[in-house]
């Protein structure tokens, strides 16, 4: 099965202890991922692509990945990460609903609310591809987006069942507990964040990186099937 392309987006605040993240929680019967926390994110759609975007992205990555995730974002929690200049609160959600019914496309949204992501500080980090094999299948690209504080509300869809803020120390910790489940991205996105102490230091080192599809294989041992990724051990012996 050729992987569908798709992109997520770490929303990273600065805390007091730190670097801190958005996760969202997946529904126990999801057809992928079933209570799982993630970022938010998506497939990328045909309107992502659009060249009426040109303009108003920030020119993170792929033009259409970084819409997708900006269009998720926003579908998946209501979080605009760009100035309102052409309308208020409201107008935003409504846009938001039409948007989540498909009576609307985003880029008919970023048109009629004058939304402009030039400014919008993201960038894009990496690129994950889930297993050969895998009844469902993802090429996902990552970006990394700072806002300035932590959002008064997070407003999900039934897509998620919940939302919580973490550093990425107490999200290790917990998922080693076996109390947040996450997907094998997931968890090694976060211990990359784990090496920063500030989201503009890890917006520093992001920015620009070269990035090199990372294939996810799985691997037979003591602990049964594991989930590997490119240098680790094992790993190429897959091939």
């Not at 889930?130 to 897509?159: N, Q």
């Not at 290790?172 to 784990?194: D, V, Y």
Request: with cysteine.
């Amino acid at each position: 099965m050729t992987p569908r392309p798709a992109a997520t987006v770490v929303v990273a605040t600065q805390a007091v202890d730190g670097l801190e993240f958005l996760l969202l929680q997946r529904p126990g019967d999801a057809r992928f991922g079933a209570g799982a926390w993630a970022f938010p994110g998506g497939a990328i759609d045909e309107d992502d692509a659009s060249a009426n975007w040109a303009y108003r992205l920030p020119g993170a990555g792929e033009a259409a990945a970084c819409v997708a995730a900006l269009r998720e974002l926003f579908e998946e929690t209501g979080i605009m990460p760009a100035p309102l200049r052409g309308c208020g609160p409201e107008a935003l959600a409504e846009a938001r609903r039409a948007l989540l019914s498909e009576q609307v496309r985003f880029s008919q949204v970023a048109e009629r609310l004058e939304l402009d992501f030039s400014s919008t500080p993201i960038v894009y980090f990496a690129r994950w591809i889930t297993p050969r094999g895998s009844a469902l299948r993802f090429d996902t690209r990552f970006f990394l987006l700072s806002l300035e504080g932590r959002p008064s509300r997070v407003s999900l869809t039934p897509e998620h069942e919940a939302a919580i803020w973490t550093t990425p120390a107490s999200a290790l910790r917990r998922f080693s507990a076996g109390r947040l489940p996450m997907m094998f991205p997931t968890e090694r996105t976060i211990e990359r964040l784990a090496g920063f102490r500030s989201v503009e230091e890890a917006m520093a080192a992001l920015s620009g990186v070269h990035v090199e599809p990372a294939l996810v294989r799985l691997g037979v041992g003591e602990k049964g099937v594991t989930p590997l990724a490119p240098g680790d051990p094992g790993y190429d012996e897959g091939r």
